[in-house]
């Protein structure tokens, strides 16, 4: 069973509109890590904001925010004003103790995300 | 300078060929990472290793074999490999694989394979 879960295979906003990415995960570890990741054409994965499973406050990174749920178990995406460079993969991961100790990241399916001007 | 950097950036291969991926970090980073990156599926971890030492192997078929020489450098050696093996590869870095659940991680761009 996939432990991150996004539904939205691709995504259109309009230039300066604020949109939302969906992400699902499952856990029964009390403590992990949840990030967004970026992946412009160009292939490299670039780090946009993380939020911890004990944090009280939503994360927030300059356009970007997180909206975490955690007894719904969801750590939406929200990007607010969207700029065309926006346009891109955007991955949901989470970071959890693995089953041979130490900690590992996995990751969704991916939202590809159109931003038209 | 990117602080992980990986080589070929494209690779085609046959079924008999043997190839090698490369990956260099540049920050002093002791955990380091293979992942494959398939059309709509997933990243899939596939080695982990930590101080030069793999502690996590996903199940990974032994057509695929990696290598750590030290902290900074990983391989990924291949041979006779399918075409569904064609994807993106990933490296990926960590300050530590054990120090806690907010360590973010650092990629490279990515070797796309395609294996004909």
């Known amino acids: 069973a996939q432990k991150i879960t996004q539904t939205q295979p691709g995504m259109f906003v309009q230039e300066k509109e604020a949109v939302t990415l969906d992400c699902t995960y499952d856990?029964?570890?009390?403590?992990?890590?949840l990030f967004w990741y970026k992946q412009p054409s160009s292939g490299e994965m670039i780090f946009l904001i993380y939020?911890?499973?004990?944090?009280?406050q939503n994360a927030t990174e300059g356009r970007y925010s997180l909206n975490f749920q955690k007894a719904r178990k969801s750590a939406n995406l929200v990007i607010s004003a969207s700029q065309l460079g926006d346009s891109a993969m955007y991955f949901c991961?989470?970071?959890?103790?693995?089953?041979?100790?130490?900690?590992?990241?996995?990751f969704g399916a991916g939202t590809r995300l159109f931003v038209k001007a | 300078e990117t602080g992980v950097t990986q080589t070929p950036r494209h690779l085609v291969m046959g079924m008999t060929n043997k190839k090698s991926l490369k990956c260099e970090q540049h920050?002093?980073?002791?955990?380091m990472y293979w992942y494959k990156q398939s059309a709509k599926k997933p990243l899939e971890l596939m080695f982990v290793?930590?101080?030069?030492?793999?502690?996590e192997n996903n199940s990974v078929p032994s057509r695929f074999s990696p290598e750590c020489p030290n902290s900074s450098h990983l391989f990924l050696h291949l041979h006779t490999l399918q075409p569904e093996d064609s994807a993106l590869y990933l490296c990926?870095?960590?300050?530590?694989?054990?120090?806690?659940?907010?360590?973010?991680?650092?990629f490279g761009s990515g070797t796309q394979l395609s294996v004909l």
């Open positions: 290793y930590s101080l030069e030492e793999r502690v």
């Open positions: 856990t029964s570890d009390p403590s992990y890590g």
């Open positions: 991961a989470m970071r959890e103790i693995g089953a041979t100790g130490g900690f590992k990241t996995i």
């Open positions: 939020q911890g499973s004990y944090d009280q």
């Open positions: 920050l002093g980073h002791n955990a």
């Open positions: 990926a870095s960590s300050p530590s694989r054990d120090r806690g659940r907010d360590e973010k991680l650092f």
